[in-house]
Nanobody, 124 residues
Framework: QVQLVESGGGLVQAGGSLRLSCAASGRAFNTYTMGWFRQAPGKEREFVAAISWSGRTTYYADSVKGRFTISRDNAKNTVYLQMNSLKPEDTAVYYC?????????????????WGQGTQVTVSS
């Protein structure tokens, strides 16, 4: 079993930045694809970014490309999401997720483990 704990959310003005962190338990972290998803009120959970087990391949939703950067530190069992130029439409609960098969997926259903989420609110 893998436990994921997100941190770093908060309230920020439009144009500002936040850095989310996700700490994972378990020895196999460096074999997992890790992803970030978000869910705004009244909307479905959507893909934001993902990173391969090695960190060499990254994937982004079009809506965040060029503004968000996903990275990982396998020595610390941690994945990060640096969010710059934030917009009010980025307001959501952000979830960290792990795909233990390491498939590099952007599909929510292919992720096995989920964190509890961290709230990001961007004011205009």
């Amino acid at each position: 079993q893998v436990q994921l704990v997100e941190s770093g959310g908060g309230l920020v003005q439009a144009g500002g930045s936040l850095r989310l962190s996700c700490a994972a338990s378990g020895r196999a972290f460096n074999t997992y694809t890790m992803g970030w998803f978000r869910q705004a009120p009244g909307k479905e959970r959507e893909f934001v970014a993902a990173i391969s087990w090695s960190g060499r391949t990254t994937y982004y939703a079009d809506s965040v490309k060029g503004r968000f950067t996903i990275s990982r530190d396998n020595a610390k069992n941690t994945v990060y999401l640096q969010m710059n130029s934030l917009k009010p439409e980025d307001t959501a609960v952000y979830y960290c997720a792990a795909d233990r098969r390491g498939r590099g997926s952007t599909t929510l259903e292919e992720y096995d483990y989920w964190g509890q989420g961290t709230q990001v609110t961007v004011s205009s």
